[in-house]
């Protein structure tokens, strides 16, 4: 089993709808999650993290936490098409401080 | 603004040879990382390093090595380039602050390819 998974998609959806992206982790112990976003090309950027159970808001970035599931989620409304991109998860692990586990990404299109 | 480079966006390199791939943070981070990004497979770390000299490795170190002899730079080795070598690797940098993790800051990334 992977540490981290993510659904690869491709995920499509049209330009003003909610985008949702999900990721699963297997350390229970781990306790920072962080969404990266990345366009073709160009080296990963980080959009959202989150500590705490529950969701944190930024701009039309909502980040969901649930620890006692091992999910972490990311919602994009309003999606635009420069929100077109791959999404990565990360999820520290508590073996190797400061080391991350990376998902394989969800590919994101949004269509005009 | 954090910032962390790489000395080469694109690289092209033979069969056999030794090849550096540089990078540089100015944030005065402690933790540096290499990373390569394959399709399908994601970002997997190759070497990381959390103070001056000290390295540890990561998912896939084998054919790889790595240089920390000042906080700011963190080079990756790799001793006899091979084929299945060609990638695009990343590097990048994180702060250490009490016992967690915050947040990695990546370069733009070096293209190499391996003929």
């Known amino acids: 089993q992977k540490e981290v998974e993510q659904n690869s998609g491709p995920l499509s959806v049209p330009e003003g709808a909610i985008a949702s992206l999900n990721c699963t982790y297997s350390d229970r112990g781990s306790q920072s999650f962080f969404w990266y976003r990345q366009y073709s090309g160009k080296s990963p950027e980080l959009i959202m993290f989150i500590y705490s159970n529950g969701d944190k808001e930024d701009g039309r970035f909502t980040a969901q936490l649930n620890k006692a599931s091992q999910y972490v989620s990311l919602l994009i409304r309003d999606s635009q098409p420069s929100d077109s991109a791959t999404y990565l998860c990360?999820?520290?692990?508590?073996?190797?401080?400061?080391?991350?586990?990376f998902g394989t990404g969800t590919s994101l299109t949004v269509i005009p | 603004d954090v910032k962390v480079t790489q000395s080469s966006r694109y690289l092209v390199k033979r069969t056999g040879e030794k090849v550096f791939l540089e990078c540089v943070q100015d944030?005065?981070?402690?933790?540096m990382f290499w990373y390569r990004q394959d399709p399908g497979l994601g970002l997997r770390l190759i070497y990381f390093?959390?103070?001056?000299?000290?390295?540890e490795k990561g998912d896939i170190p084998e054919g790889y090595s790595v240089s920390r002899e000042k906080k700011e730079r963190f080079s990756l080795i790799l001793e006899s380039a091979s084929t299945n070598q060609t990638s695009m690797y990343l590097c990048?940098?994180?702060?250490?602050?009490?016992?967690?993790?915050?947040?990695?800051?990546f370069g733009p990334g070096t293209r190499l390819t391996v003929t």
């Open positions: 944030m005065d981070h402690e933790n």
């Open positions: 390093s959390y103070d001056v000299k000290m390295k």
């Open positions: 990360a999820v520290d692990s508590t073996n190797t401080g400061n080391q991350f586990y």
């Open positions: 990048a940098s994180s702060p250490t602050i009490g016992r967690s993790s915050y947040e990695q800051y």
